[in-house]
């Protein structure tokens, strides 16, 4: 198929500073990567704490400190800095609700 | 979302409305997925999960999997077989229909398939993850036969194969040779060889410290490289030998019976045990059902991740072509919920999520409560041709002098093993 659908793939990247950002549309999505290490449904496994079920301010302000460099971590600050503003504010409003 | 993606998606929706399955079935549509390991299991829980309107059938031959993450933990005597090994009750209880047996063929243009056992099923869309094959006719020397003199372990089946490599090397004569010969991209899991380097040297290290370890590459560089190279010349000074490329490190033949490796030169290298792990296809159903192309890979689209050559049947997995990704389980497994609600989404007449992203982390133990990791963040590329790793992110854990990183790395590596396959099986 001459894929229209390939339009869709524009990558609204790093555009806009973390406060203002509006949340990409594909948090539960997006958030999905999060549960190979966090557990299933963010809840925490072993050593790696949860995540579910933090405000979202919270979770973003981590976030935004990850991939600043301001916040030591072993490979949170390599994965943040993989995300756009909008992706992290989509996955933390999911997050924040999820239980 | 920008403009730019709200305006294109709704020029993108019509065109995708063509033949909803759905209107036949009202309500119930058919997904079935081929193979039960990393990319199956997790599409089929997502899907049933996610899309309980969805009717998900799993077909896989084992009733135990075996994973190939650990195995190389088995392989140091830290983890046995069983806490590596998966039943399939947990998706059975979340109303996934598990067959246990091969998928023989399939036929795109009726939409169903064959099993060995003798049935056939039809679906509305077919999720594969099959995994690889080995090439017996890459290596001369190296055949099935072979394998049980120099095992691959490198897809673990039953687990005999691990097992047979673990005896092999309890069984080592002081200060023996274990060999191994590494492919050329590309295979499954990229830090795997080096990583499995490692575990067997941790068990040498205790039990047959003057023991050496000759490692034989098709490459000239790998996964991970510095940080590994750095281990070993911490852990185990003066064991390990890592042969490249450009050093005739490339086996060209093996001879099992005179336990011998055969470079590129024609140099011979007697080792006591030998670990051959050989060239790689996509699995043979893929193959068969004319998926592949001349590479023995399958190409694929990078948002749904439909086969170029049979819109319908999603390949995810090592099975498929995605490079800059590596051929891990959590690509599969981060592939597989993207490929699952593509197929919601296209059973239901609408368009595919836009802009996904592909994750990637894999851990390699290279010691006891030693640790060390490389991340990749992906995404399909802008004319969706295939995919890119995303600027500024990822890569591989600091170098140097860093023993907190070390060891909270090994804890979060066992971390993610419980977390994944929790999310696969559970
Ligand atoms: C030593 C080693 C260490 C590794 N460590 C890691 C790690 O730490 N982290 C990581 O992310 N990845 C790791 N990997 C890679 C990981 O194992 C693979 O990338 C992953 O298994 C790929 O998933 P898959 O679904 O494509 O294939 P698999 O997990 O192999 O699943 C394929 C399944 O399909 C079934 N199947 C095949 N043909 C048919 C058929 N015709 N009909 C029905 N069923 C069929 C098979 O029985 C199999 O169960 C490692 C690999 C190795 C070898």
Known sequence: MPSPRRLTLALPLLLAGPAFAQPATNGPLLAQACLGCHGPGAAGQDGVPAIAGRPAPELVAQMTAFRANERPGTIMGRIARGYTAEEITAVAAYLAQAR | ?426
């Open chain 2, 1 to 426: 979302m920008t403009q730019t993606t709200r305006r294109a998606l709704l020029g993108a929706a019509p065109a995708l409305i063509a033949a909803p399955a759905l209107a036949q079935n009202q309500g119930q549509a058919r997904l079935v997925v081929v193979g039960g390991g990393f990319g199956g299991a997790s599409a089929a829980r997502f899907a049933r999960m996610s899309y309980p309107w969805l009717e998900v059938t799993l077909i896989e031959p084992k009733t135990r999997f075996v994973t190939c993450p650990y195995g190389n933990l088995v392989l140091a005597g830290t983890r046995r077989l069983e806490q590596i090994s998966h039943g399939y009750d947990g998706l059975r209880a979340r109303g996934i229909n598990v067959v246990h047996d091969w998928v023989a063929g399939i036929d795109p243009t009726a939409r169903s398939l064959r099993l060995r056992g003798g049935a056939t099923l039809s679906y509305d869309r077919l999720i594969l993850s099959p995994g690889i094959a080995l090439r017996w006719d890459a290596l001369p020397g190296y055949d099935e036969a072979a394998s049980e003199i120099f095992p691959h372990a490198w897809v673990p089946g039953e687990g005999a194969q691990t097992t047979l490599l673990r005896r092999q090397i309890e069984a080592l004569p002081e200060g023996g040779v274990v060999g191994l010969a590494i492919p050329a991209n590309p295979f499954r899991c990229p830090p795997g060889p080096y990583e499995r380097i490692s575990m067997i040297a941790a068990h040498l290290k205790r039990h047959n410290p003057r023991a050496k370890i000759l490692a034989f590459d098709a490459k000239n560089a790998f996964s991970k490289q510095g940080l590994f190279q750095d281990a070993w010349a911490e852990l185990y000074p003066g064991m390990i030998e890592w042969v490249p490329a450009n050093q005739d490190g490339r086996i060209t033949r093996v001879d099992p019976g005179a336990r011998e490796f055969e470079s590129e030169f024609g140099t011979r290298h007697k080792v006591d045990v030998g670990n051959v792990i050989p060239p790689q296809s996509a699995a043979r159903i893929a193959i068969e059902a004319g998926l592949a192309n001349a590479s023995g890979w399958v190409p694929v689209d990078p948002l749904t991740f439909e086969a170029r050559q049979a819109p319908g049947i999603h390949v995810i997995g090592d099975a498929n072509i995605a490079p800059p990704m590596p051929k891990s389980g959590y690509v599969a497994n981060s592939t597989a919920k993207q490929a699952v609600a593509s197929v919601a989404a296209l059973l239901r007449g609408e368009a595919p999520p836009p802009a996904p992203v592909y994750f990637n982390t894999c851990y390699s133990h290279v010691g006891e409560d030693y640790g060390i990791s490389i991340v990749g963040v992906f995404r399909p590329n802008p004319d969706g041709s295939g995919f890119v790793e995303t600027p500024q992110s990822g890569g591989v854990s600091p170098r140097g002098n860093h023993p907190e990183q070390r060891r909270l790395e090994a804890l979060y590596a066992d971390a993610w093993y419980a977390s994944i396959t929790r999310d696969m099986f559970g």
